[in-house]
């Protein structure tokens, strides 16, 4: 899913605290045998979000929280600084190579956890979203995720005197090269990195290395170098202490050629070697369709008087006539990744079935205008907002029958999730976190091959299930008996932490060298 960056969502913490210092509420945290571990993140739901990331970010390092010393790291986007104009300082950051110096600031959530931000105008207070503006990414995004990695070592090391990371728990390329600083510069803190999508690697010109401070050295094919770039996220899973990615079917497709993108060889290794892990991720609690807010009628299990009356809102919503007929629904970014052409040409055959299609997203302009033509088409039976709007998506999970997700590969997923708490129905291609979180013929449908033929066979099964009103409400009631919390998730990065970091007098042991 990928929503704006004044996207939030309610099922996150009370709105962070108006600035000052919030030394005096994490003094408790000081001195704590709890392991200390650093979450570096280029976004989090609190703040910004373009897709899954924030919101895991957003809810991972809470779940953790009680066995955890958890704190964030974060770039201070306009979207930050803006809403917290007395962050308080609590260290400075040097200048390296063209990566300016900063000051590193604190401020604390709502419900107490402590976020670094890197105050930095020139590189983060922006138009936009995290990583371009209007489609077009920032030119010197080398620069400003070079200095979130650098940020998250430098912590590791001592840059903030009152608290020092055991772990750096960190996420995609925009993190990748602090496990290679810390390499470079001899530390020896250990390191996760999550991959939450293969396929956006962070490459830039080697000439970029100079003003990144990467030694030349590291050009090569045991470090950064990547078919003649630099790649930030080869160098994390080359120099990380662990890999890990968000699904287990996922974990096992990056180490093949197909899904690899280029990198499966070096996956494979990490894998050999037991340092690669899937865990899959979860949503948070507040995804229910008993207490969600943003729906027209709340309803239960078994309640499909009030799921009718969300699928009505959502008719009206969009512009389509009364129906008997079943209700499809797309909630997503509109990329070649999602199999969105495919949704476009199984389209006609919905509609001619007796099917209503209501699409919500955006993306590439070429899918955005064949869904508004479609749209044009067949109105009254198409309905296609571009764009993203909370309470559009939380009725269209808890209205619609059945939830599309024919993505060609999907490292995890979360739409597909959050539909089967509200009893919508996924229709899915088979993989990744799609093959971990839906049970073909018992909460949705999967087909195995990413191609017309595949979905169209996957919506005939719907349609048939559609008619039959007791498989349909059987099927209902799997999917909003499943349970996707983060207790699961926690459990597992608990249990790499621990391998990673050691246990309790390891850990002292540690503390006591750096």
Same mark, same amino acid.
């Given at each position: 899913?990928?929503?704006?960056?004044?996207?939030?969502?309610?099922?996150?913490?009370?709105?962070?605290?108006?600035?000052?210092?919030?030394?005096?509420?994490?003094?408790?945290?000081? /001195?704590?045998?709890?392991?200390?571990?650093? =979450?570096?993140?280029?976004?989090?739901? @609190?703040?910004?979000?373009? /897709?899954?990331?924030?919101?895991?970010? &957003?809810?991972?390092?809470?779940?953790?929280?009680?066995?955890? %010393?958890?704190?964030?790291?974060?770039?201070? =986007?306009?979207?930050?600084?803006?809403?917290? !104009?007395?962050?308080?300082?609590?260290?400075?950051? !040097?200048?390296?190579?063209?990566? !300016?110096?900063?000051?590193?600031?604190?401020?604390?959530?709502? %419900?107490?956890?402590?976020?670094?931000?890197?105050?930095?105008?020139?590189?983060?207070?922006?138009?936009?979203?995290?990583?371009?503006?209007?489609?077009?990414?920032?030119?010197?995004?080398?620069?400003?995720?070079?200095?979130?990695?650098?940020?998250?070592?430098?912590?590791?090391?001592?840059?903030?005197?009152?608290?020092?990371?055991?772990?750096?728990?960190?996420?995609?390329?925009?993190?990748?090269?602090?496990? #290679?600083?810390?390499?470079?510069?001899?530390?020896?803190?250990?390191?996760?990195?999550?991959?939450?999508?293969?396929? =956006?690697?962070?490459?830039?010109?080697?000439?970029?290395?100079?003003?990144?401070?990467? !030694?030349?050295? &590291?050009?090569?094919?045991?470090?950064?170098?990547?078919?003649?770039?630099?790649?930030?996220?080869?160098?994390?899973?080359?120099?990380?202490?662990?890999?890990?990615?968000?699904?287990?079917?996922?974990?096992?497709?990056?180490?093949?050629?197909?899904?690899?993108?280029?990198?499966?060889?070096?996956?494979?290794?990490?894998?050999?070697?037991?340092?690669?892990? /899937?865990?899959?991720?979860?949503?948070?609690?507040?995804?229910?369709?008993?207490?969600?807010?943003?729906?027209?009628?709340?309803?239960?299990?078994? @309640?499909?008087?009030?799921?009718?009356?969300? #699928?009505?809102?959502?008719?009206?919503?969009?512009?389509?006539?009364?129906?008997?007929?079943?209700? $499809?629904?797309?909630?997503?970014?509109?990329?070649?990744?999602?199999?969105?052409?495919?949704?476009?040409?199984?389209?006609?055959?919905?509609?001619?079935?007796?099917?209503?299609?209501?699409?919500?997203?955006?993306?590439?302009?070429?899918?955005?205008?064949?869904?508004?033509?479609?749209?044009?088409?067949?109105?009254?039976?198409?309905?296609?907002?571009?764009?993203?709007?909370?309470?559009?998506?939380?009725?269209?999970?808890? /209205?619609?029958?059945?939830?599309?997700?024919?993505?060609? $590969?999907?490292?995890?997923?979360?739409?597909?999730?959050?539909?089967?708490? $509200?009893?919508?129905?996924?229709?899915?291609?088979?993989?990744?976190?799609? &093959?971990?979180?839906?049970?073909?013929?018992?909460?949705?449908?999967?087909?195995?091959?990413?191609?017309?033929?595949?979905?169209?066979?996957?919506?005939?099964?719907?349609?048939?299930?559609?008619?039959?009103?007791?498989?349909?409400?059987?099927?209902?009631?799997?999917?909003? #008996?499943?349970?996707?919390?983060?207790?699961?998730?926690? @459990?597992?990065?608990?249990?790499?932490?621990?391998?990673?970091?050691?246990?309790?007098?390891?850990?002292?042991?540690?503390?006591?060298? &750096?």
């Amino acid at each position: 899913m990928t929503f704006p960056a004044s996207a939030r969502s309610a099922s996150h913490a009370p709105a962070v605290s108006s600035g000052g210092s919030p030394r005096g509420t994490v003094e408790a945290l000081r /001195g704590s045998l709890k392991p200390r571990i650093l =979450y570096a993140t280029p976004e989090m739901a @609190d703040f910004v979000k373009t /897709g899954g990331l924030g919101e895991v970010a &957003a809810s991972l390092p809470r779940a953790l929280r009680q066995h955890y %010393d958890v704190r964030i790291l974060i770039p201070g =986007y306009r979207q930050v600084v803006e809403r917290h !104009p007395d962050i308080a300082v609590v260290a400075q950051l !040097p200048g390296n190579a063209e990566m !300016p110096p900063c000051d590193l600031g604190l401020i604390e959530t709502g %419900d107490g956890l402590p976020v670094y931000v890197i105050l930095c105008a020139d590189l983060y207070e922006r138009d936009g979203s995290p990583y371009g503006d209007q489609g077009v990414d920032f030119s010197d995004n080398d620069l400003r995720f070079g200095r979130l990695s650098l940020a998250a070592a430098e912590l590791a090391g001592g840059a903030d005197p009152e608290w020092r990371a055991d772990l750096l728990h960190l996420n995609d390329w925009q993190t990748a090269l602090a496990p #290679a600083y810390l390499a470079w510069r001899g530390q020896r803190t250990p390191t996760v990195l999550t991959i939450h999508n293969l396929a =956006y690697q962070g490459l830039f010109p080697w000439e970029n290395l100079g003003r990144l401070g990467v !030694p030349e050295s &590291a050009f090569q094919i045991d470090g950064v170098e990547f078919y003649g770039k630099l790649s930030f996220l080869k160098a994390g899973l080359f120099y990380a202490s662990h890999v890990t990615t968000v699904s287990e079917t996922y974990a096992h497709e990056i180490t093949t050629p197909e899904f690899g993108c280029g990198l499966d060889g070096l996956l494979r290794t990490r894998a050999h070697q037991g340092r690669l892990a /899937g865990i899959l991720n979860g949503i948070d609690e507040s995804w229910d369709p008993r207490t969600d807010p943003h729906l027209a009628t709340r309803f239960e299990p078994d @309640d499909w008087k009030g799921k009718r009356a969300n #699928a009505d809102a959502v008719r009206t919503r969009f512009g389509l006539g009364v129906s008997r007929g079943p209700l $499809f629904a797309i909630v997503s970014r509109l990329v070649h990744q999602k199999g969105v052409d495919l949704t476009l040409a199984a389209a006609e055959s919905i509609v001619a079935e007796g099917g209503q299609l209501v699409v919500t997203g955006q993306g590439e302009p070429r899918f955005e205008a064949a869904f508004l033509d479609l749209a044009r088409r067949h109105p009254g039976a198409v309905g296609v907002r571009v764009g993203f709007e909370e309470t559009d998506a939380h009725r269209m999970f808890a /209205g619609s029958d059945f939830l599309l997700m024919p993505s060609r $590969f999907e490292p995890c997923g979360l739409a597909q999730m959050y539909a089967q708490r $509200f009893g919508s129905l996924p229709i899915a291609h088979r993989t990744g976190g799609l &093959a971990d979180t839906v049970e073909d013929g018992v909460t949705g449908f999967l087909f195995g091959e990413a191609s017309l033929k595949g979905l169209s066979g996957a919506i005939r099964r719907a349609f048939d299930t559609f008619a039959s009103k007791r498989r349909l409400g059987t099927m209902r009631r799997n999917a909003m #008996a499943r349970e996707f919390g983060w207790d699961k998730a926690a @459990d597992g990065y608990s249990s790499l932490y621990t391998r990673v970091v050691g246990n309790g007098p390891e850990l002292m042991r540690a503390r006591a060298v &750096a």
